[in-house]
């Protein structure tokens, strides 16, 4: 979701915003602006689509100042226009603003009925003029903001100029994340530690509800009740060189070959090596006393819940449910008491997700967190953090963070067995000695990128394509199918495999490509048969299995893909592999955005 920076400087900004904004592109974005305090005036640059666009404007029209604030936009009220684009300002006060503001309806009435003049469509515009009417009537900065944050209702992360205190910015979150920046003389505001990565390495993190004054000096924290705090200052570890794509031609190229390396740091953190057992964080609650897990996520970790409700149902026998968590609160599911809910998510800030964990938190369930950012707000309220170690990945399709999170699920799966007695130590031996063969499988799968590639151009004229899957294979049809509309833009849709005769198959004609997830074992020749009656209709199938299960289905396929034989178990993890190849080499043959596809958000921060 859109991305915030702001600097209280020694030297000039516009430049080091940029470049803020460069790293944070990763979270999508349609406009980009920034705004820097220059001789008793605010200075605003604002550029529809690309920061290039932005990069012209600013080298056209240069924006002077050693104070300022940044923005990508992923638009939610108003068109993703110029004039929609971030920082907003009144003669007063600029601002950006990343969340949605709910009740910005009335309170938009309100100032037009007041004869105020607003030039945009969005809800964030709102906020600044009614900052603006405050300072206007004598306000200073911070009791403006003392007094507008309260009418705020929804979510937001706020970075706020004031023309005529060109020294300083306030910062304010609820619901969407916002970080502090330390550095020599200089202080900072992003959206996240990886923007201010090259600046700093000292951050803290506001809580919910707090507002922060931020000058040269350093930063003052308020509480929601207005009271100053302390938050501690810690070091972010975020690297400026991990969001560069080194030789890779897109971001999400590298972050698919990386996930060898990051599945075996993380479950480095899962396992115990010198004896062969599964060792989580440490735990306050008793596992074994769980009765029922409820999990929810959103978009492709939802599909790594489903491969883990597998996992946690035939290993522990513990029942699982799972919802999106876009659903989950408005149902008012039963929550049973000593339940766990276990929440997956990419950046912890999913709006959401977030709001399915504070449900459960307020209805008395144990809260386990499943997450690639360890200081995010859903990592902070958990009772049992489990980190996926995927370092950033800054591709919106996500990849390395899917299978990082499959690894993690498939060793607390085990563990939950073991504590409930459902696993014995030679059954536990031999999960983890699978579980340590993924990151050589993974690799392996890697080895047929070339001919993924080759046939690309089999898939790319398509409209529609369908993706087949099995048991745990089920999930990552759904995720493949995912990944191709993504970034490819063609129509996908995942389904069980016996599930065709029940409606899909009426799609199937010979300009509809089928792609089948297979591994041999007791659930191939069924497979085999749905894939009989793809080929009786015209269907074109391209196969993904091993070497055992392409003798067995024998000829008759467009293509297949040939993937090492593993475990069941690791089967999920290695199998994502082709099925991210097949996205990404397609929509490099299509021409599109890889990294950035259209109308798409990395962190989504609304619900």
């Known amino acids: 979701m859109c991305g915030i920076i702001g600097i209280v400087g020694k030297e000039e900004v516009a430049d080091r915003l940029v470049d803020g904004l460069r790293r944070m592109e990763y979270r999508g974005y349609d406009s980009a602006g920034v705004c820097t305090l220059s001789g008793g005036e605010l200075v605003r640059r604002r550029a529809e689509g690309k920061l290039a666009n932005l990069v012209r404007e600013l080298e056209r029209n240069p924006a002077p100042g050693t104070v300022g604030i940044a923005h990508t936009r992923w638009a939610t009220h108003g068109a993703p ?72 209702r929804g979510a937001f992360a706020l970075a706020i100029a004031f023309r005529d205190h060109p020294d300083m910015l306030i910062g304010a979150r609820l619901g969407s ?20 990565a090259p600046l700093t390495q000292q951050i803290s993190y506001l809580e919910e509800g707090d507002w922060v004054v931020v000058t040269r000096d350093g930063a003052q924290v308020y509480d929601a009740e207005n009271t100053p ?98 659903e989950f609160r408005y149902r008012e599911p039963p929550l049973e008491e000593g339940g766990l809910a276990l929440f997956i998510s990419q950046s912890g800030e999913t709006a959401d997700t977030l709001a399915a964990l504070r449900h459960c938190k ?34 919106v399709a996500s990849t390395k963070a899917f299978t990082c999170q499959l690894a993690v699920l498939a060793a607390l799966a085990a563990h939950l067995a073991v504590k409930k007695g459902r696993m014995d130590r030679a059954e536990e031996q031999e999960v983890v000695r699978h579980l340590l063969e993924a990151p050589a499988c993974l690799n392996a799968a890697l080895d047929h990128d070339e001919d993924i590639a080759g046939m690309a151009h089999l898939i790319a004229p398509a409209r529609d394509v369908l993706y087949l899957g099995r048991g745990p294979d089920y999930p990552l049809a759904l995720e493949g199918a995912l990944k191709l509309k993504e970034i490819s833009y063609i129509h996908a849709e995942g389904y069980a495999s016996g599930e065709m005769k029940h409606g899909p198959i009426a799609l199937i004609d010979e300009s509809v490509p089928v792609i089948v997830l297979a591994p041999s074992g007791p659930l191939f020749e069924k497979t085999v048969s749905n894939m009989q009656e793809v ?73």
């Open 362 to 395: 307020a209805n008395g369930q144990t809260i386990a967190v499943v997450v690639n950012v360890p200081t995010s707000s859903m990592a902070r309220e958990a009772d049992l953090l489990l980190p996926t170690h995927a370092g950033p990945e800054i591709g």
């Open 535 to 607: 080929r009786a209709r015209g269907g074109k199938i391209v196969l993904i299995s091993d070497e055992q299960g392409l003798q067995e289905a024998g000829e008759g396929c467009l293509a297949t893909i040939q993937m090492p034989r593993v475990h069941p178990l690791i089967a999920p993890l290695v199998y994502a592999v082709p099925v991210q190849l097949l996205a990404y080499h397609v929509a490099c043959a299509k021409g599109t955005d890889v990294d950035q596809p259209r109308n798409l958000a990395k962190s989504v921060t609304v619900e």
């Open 229 to 326: 705090v302390e938050r501690a200052i810690t070091t972010s570890g975020a690297s400026a060189a991990a969001v560069e794509k080194g030789n890779y031609r897109h971001y999400m190229q590298k972050e698919i070959f990386e996930q060898p390396t990051v599945v075996a740091q993380t479950l480095q953190s899962y396992i115990h090596q010198a004896d062969n057992r599964v060792a989580l964080p440490q735990i306050d609650f008793d596992l074994s006393a769980v009765r029922r897990i409820t999990l929810v996520a959103c978009g492709t970790s939802f599909y790594a819940g489903m491969v883990a409700k597998y996992w946690f149902e035939t290993f522990a026998r513990v029942p699982v449910d799972i919802d999106v968590a876009s």
């Open 81 to 152: 226009t110029a004039n929609n684009a971030h920082p907003h300002a009144t003669g007063h006060v600029a601002l950006v603003h990343n969340g949605i503001i709910e009740n910005f309806k009335p309170l938009r009435d309100e100032l037009l009925a007041a004869g105020r003049t607003l030039e945009s469509e969005t809800d964030s515009e709102v906020v600044a003029h009614l900052i603006s009417a405050e300072v206007e009537g004598g306000a200073a900065p911070e009791e403006a903001v003392q007094a507008v944050l309260p009418r705020l």
């Open 177 to 196: 994340p916002l970080v502090v920046g330390y550095g020599e003389g200089e202080t900072y505001l992003g959206s996240d530690a990886l923007a201010l």
